[in-house]
């Protein structure tokens, strides 16, 4: 196996932990949330981050600055999702919220189509609409949308954006996936603390208070640390990484297990019930995910064939 696809096989690895970190993500936001507001929480975490990614900037010093303005452009479309996700979180169900986030998966190929000109393969498209019809079936059906699930469907268009966004800064960048993550990281918390500074001054609103007690507080402080170690540190330089390597829209599809996590995170740590059609939907989804990281080729005709894992490499 040659170089490149090794790197995209553990690229593709990484995506799919990545899915099960974030899926996570929701029930532990959910609980950092009820000790902590969301700017506040997002300022926290995002600003722990920077602090522990501080070295990886050295190598900003001889970057040009239409790359820096590219990082923090990615930055800044992060901070958007972040925003209405979380915000969306704090008001509705975290398994809710773990299957509607995965809509990206269903709007990333005609971002990417719009953005960057590549029109998706037919596996694709076929997985695309396995998530489609996984997301129909969680909602029963009908689904009459709260305003926190109007903010998850939000961040869901913010983040097929921002993986075709990040495609391009990343493709014609020589930044490193690691300086990528600290310079969002970075335009994240500031902006969710300047968001903070403005919310609590002008809307009168507490976004910014006295952080909890180590002690007394050791779920809260718990769920920090996960956040930005597992969610944050690992996942964003995953995907920094994967998406230099791989098209937007297998990036997103093999993330597409992640509302499966979700859901049973949720069930198993919040109690939260998902009925048997939801439980069937979120197994399509991963489904659709699972074919994705499948590594597909054209044939001299139209139609598409697997290639064997184990062929030999020109």
């Not at 452009?73 to 969306?88: C, D, N, Q, R, Y």
């Not at 695309?128 to 009908?142: E, H, K, N, R, W």
């Not at 998850?152 to 954006?161: H, K, P």
Request: proline share 4%.
């Amino acid at each position: 196996m040659s170089s490149q696809k090794r790197l995209l096989w553990i690229s593709d690895l990484m995506l799919l932990a990545v899915a099960m970190v974030w899926g996570t993500s929701y029930g532990v936001a959910k609980v950092a949330l009820a000790f902590y507001p969301v700017l506040g929480l997002l300022a926290l975490r995002f600003g722990l981050t920077f602090v522990v990614l501080l070295p990886a900037l050295r190598s900003l010093r001889h970057v040009k600055p239409s790359t820096l303005a590219g990082a923090v452009g990615t930055g800044g479309l992060l901070l958007s999702v972040l925003l209405a996700e979380t915000f969306g979180i704090s008001l509705t169900r975290a398994s809710n919220a773990a299957f509607l986030i995965s809509l990206c998966v269903v709007l990333t190929p005609l971002v990417e189509w719009a953005l960057l000109r590549r029109k998706p393969t037919g596996v694709e498209w076929l997985a695309v609409l396995l998530s489609l019809a996984g997301a129909v079936m969680v909602s029963g059906g009908v689904f009459i949308p709260t305003a926190g699930d109007a903010l998850i469907l939000l961040a869901a268009l913010l983040r097929a954006l921002m993986v075709c966004v990040t495609r391009r800064v990343m493709h014609e960048s020589t930044l490193a996936p690691l300086s990528v993550t600290a310079v969002q990281a970075g335009t994240v918390a500031l902006g969710s603390f300047g968001a903070a500074i403005i919310s609590e001054f002008v809307f009168a609103s507490a976004q910014w208070h006295a952080l909890p007690a180590l002690a007394g507080h050791g779920t809260f402080w718990t769920s920090v640390v996960y956040l930005v170690l597992a969610c944050t540190l690992f996942a964003f330089f995953a995907q920094n990484f994967a998406v230099k390597r791989s098209s937007p829209t297998r990036v997103a599809l093999l993330m597409g297990s992640e509302p499966a996590f979700g859901a049973l995170f949720a069930y198993a740590w919040l109690g939260e019930q998902l009925s048997v059609w939801g439980w069937l939907g979120g197994g399509l989804m991963v489904l659709g995910s699972l074919l994705a990281a499948v590594p597909w080729q054209r044939n001299a005709g139209t139609s598409v064939v697997l290639r064997s894992a184990v062929s030999s490499d020109a």
